[in-house]
């Protein structure tokens, strides 16, 4: 251990835990529960290390000029090293959102919770303020179908929904943005019940399901009772020529 080593102060596992335990009494004082609490600690540890793991397996060189063989001596342990990281972030993730497969009989996909549905609005406002502005006319069935598109993915799937959607909008921004400026917010378009969920946050989560998991998104729709009409509505304004 160098010197500079010794001069840290790293956090400890006991300051580590107090630092948990004091996060889950402050967001049960205001009402979130122990579950749900935890859950979201877990995918920030989890979420920690994975980013810690893609940032040291970009490209490496041995420190100093030793030779070669001291260079990949160097280079094969630090893949090790990043091994065990990679194997650290996989248990974390399991242990909060369970091994990635089948749910429940039959490959039953597992119902969203409370704290998936909040993640997940929280992910998909900002993205859609970005292209167009709030709606008076906002569905008031956010949660359920949010909880709709949630159920088509799997826990693992749900844990990196936010970069799946951020990386759907930047693909599809410009595309979107002329989606809303002819049906959305503000367009010419009379609002009834076909166009309705061109005014919600959840437009853009639902199609990003229609082109990635069109099949499954109406399987969950259907199961959810949520209107058809909605659902045809956006597929007819996304797959009109602008």
Known sequence: MSAADEGRQWPDEVSVDNARTTLLQLLARTGVPSGDARQLIGLLEA????????????AR????????????????????????????????????VGADGP????????????????????AVSPLYLSLTHVSELDPEVTDE?????????????????????????TTHRDRLERLFAAYGPGSAITVHGRYSLLHSVTSIA??????????????????AALP???LDGLTTAWNTPA
């Open 61 to 96: 060189t041995a420190p100093g000029d030793k030779g070669q063989d001291y260079a990949a001596g160097w280079l094969d342990g630090a893949a090790h090293l990043l091994d065990d990281l990679g194997a650290v972030t996989e248990r974390t993730l399991t242990d909060i």
């Open 206 to 223: 639902v199609l990003e399901r229609l082109l990635t998991a069109p099949r499954e998104l109406r399987e969950e729709w259907d199961a």
């Open 145 to 169: 179908v949010l909880a709709a598109v949630l159920a088509t993915m799997s826990p693992r799937q749900r844990a990196g929904y936010t970069g799946r959607l951020t990386a759907f909008a």
């Open 47 to 58: 979420g920690a290390l994975a980013l810690a793991h893609e940032e040291l397996g970009g």
């Open 228 to 230: 058809p009409a909605w």
């Open 103 to 122: 749910s429940g009989p039959a490959g039953e996909r597992r119902r969203a919770g409370r704290m998936e549905v909040e993640r997940a609005r929280v």
